[in-house]
């Protein structure tokens, strides 16, 4: 990723001066606090009318005992709407659909949701790539880096300026204009995995390419898109999903690890489990 990424303990920015404690009805009542996050878009990729269109951060509330609930809520785990429904009640300005979010930007909420309500050091359950032990391994979320799409060139896409984007395969010599994904789409994308888990079969690729093509050589038809998930070399599928990557603005949760047992080292991506929001469970 590029030396220009920032750190994410760097860009999150708290009210200086909160409101102070307010009595109320009942002898006391206080103001949540909030905090404004970075946004990895900078508010690039949203369409024009968008409330982030433009804006380089979001102001959230940080989380209380009622996002708690929704977190351990079975009916909103079932439904796989708990994260969404966190989010929607964290964001200040209520203009903004949760399901709109770039899916980087919701990363960054999480994130930044996660070390205002218990810290940045995360402890975790961790398998060893190496010699396959289980540890417990401790990661700074402070250290996380905002990345913003600045190493697309390397792979030779073209920005449109409307939110998507432009990659000549190299074995096909397709054009492929693609999108970054919202939290919509990501809704979609795991219920068609879920789906194809029942059903046996596995389409993670396809589904993923189904997910972010949205025009062939110009053919926005479902036929040319349809026909290039289902045909594309897997020399062009790894160039577009590596152009999908480096495109898309995110949160790099990239961290060294060292194995206890074997001494392997390598750099991990931090592993986002129940750990994440319930430390002390």
């Known amino acids: 990723m590029s030396r220009n990424q920032d750190r994410l303990g760097g860009v999150q920015q708290r009210d200086a001066n909160p409101p102070a404690p307010a009595m109320g009805e009942g002898g006391f ?5 909030t905090e404004f996050v970075e946004l990895p878009s900078e508010g690039q990729y949203y369409p024009e009318g968008h409330p982030l269109c433009g804006e380089t951060s979001i102001e959230i509330k940080q989380m209380t005992a009622k996002e708690e609930d929704m977190l351990t809520s079975k009916t909103l785990i079932k439904k796989g709407v708990a994260i969404d429904r966190v989010i929607g009640s964290l964001i200040i300005n209520k203009a903004i659909d949760p ?8 990363n960054a909420i999480i994130v ?4 205002s309500a218990y810290g940045s050091e995360y402890t975790t ?3 060893c790539p190496s010699c396959g032990a289980s540890q417990d391994y401790s990661f700074d979320l402070n250290s996380a880096k905002v990345y913003h799409g600045e190493d697309s060139d390397t792979v030779g896409v073209t920005d449109n300026g409307n939110g998507t984007f432009d990659v000549e395969l190299p074995r096909t010599k397709a054009v ?9 789409d990501e809704k979609v994308f795991f219920s068609g995995t879920e789906h194809d888990k029942r059903q046996k079969v596995d389409r993670m690729i396809t589904r993923q390419l189904s997910s972010m093509i949205l025009a062939v050589n110009g053919d926005s038809s479902a036929e040319a898109t349809n026909y290039m998930v289902n045909n ?5 599928s790894r160039h577009l999903r590596l152009a999908y990557r480096l495109t898309s603005p995110n949160i790099d949760l990239t961290q060294h690890f060292e194995c206890d047992e074997c001494s392997h080292e390598q750099d991990m991506e931090v592993p986002l489990n129940a750990d994440f929001f319930w430390p002390d469970r």
């Open 232 to 236: 594309i070399p897997s020399a062009d």
């Open 125 to 127: 359950k961790v398998g």
């Open 112 to 115: 930044a949701t996660r070390v």
């Open 99 to 106: 399901d709109s979010l770039l899916v980087g930007d919701r």
């Open 176 to 184: 492929v204009t693609f999108k970054t994904l919202t939290g919509r």
């Open 29 to 33: 009542s206080f103001v949540v606090p």
